[in-house]
Structures are given as structure tokens and as C-alpha cells.
């Protein structure tokens, strides 16, 4: 019976997360400059640092503008630096 419950938790919690875009050769410059390098940068912070604490949006969900508000307002609370909230704002724009 346990195998079967853990199963069924991993498989629930696996439907509640975000799939977010992996940054290919096709995402470098499509809305803003950004390498590949720093797409994925970008990637790697959006999931670890503010993933940490609440499930992601989608990428593609918000324009620049609203990514720019909101990275103002969460980028202090997942205590990103400059460097690193421009990394996550190119990642989350060149979707």
C-alpha cells in the first residue's frame, strides 16, 4: 500500500509544477540580448531561487513590462542580485 500512496504523491506533485521552456539556440535575442549561456543562467535561478518558494508562472505568461514589476517586487526577496534578476528577466522574456 505505501508503494502505491508515494507513487500516487510523486505523480501529483510532478502535475503541479511548471514546465518551463529550456533555452535553445532559437530563444538567443528573440525578444531581448541574451546568449545561450545566459538563457540558461537565467533558467537555472527562476527554478532554484524563486521556485524555492512558490510554483512558477510560465514564462510566456507576462509581457516585459509585467516582468520587469514583478522581478522588481520578488528579486528582493529571493535575495537576487542585479546580475542575477537580469539574468532571470532574459530567461523569462526570450521565451
Known amino acids: 500500500m505505501k508503494p502505491i500512496l508515494i507513487a500516487l504523491l510523486f505523480v501529483a506533485g510532478a502535475a503541479c509544477t511548471t514546465q518551463l521552456y529550456v533555452p535553445t539556440e532559437a530563444n538567443v535575442n528573440k525578444v ?8 540558461q543562467q537565467g533558467h537555472d535561478l527562476f527554478q532554484n531561487k524563486c521556485g524555492k ?3 512558477l508562472p510560465k514564462p ?3 509581457s516585459k513590462d509585467e516582468w520587469t514589476k514583478i522581478l522588481g517586487k520578488m528579486a ?3 535575495k537576487l542580485t542585479t546580475d542575477q534578476s537580469e539574468l532571470v ?3 523569462v522574456v526570450n521565451n
Not at 531581448?32 to 538563457?39: F, H, I, M, N
Open 76 to 78: 528582493p526577496k529571493a
Open 89 to 91: 528577466y532574459k530567461f
Open 32 to 39: 531581448t540580448q541574451a546568449s545561450l549561456v545566459e538563457l
Open 60 to 62: 510566456g505568461k507576462h
Open 53 to 55: 518558494c512558490h510554483k
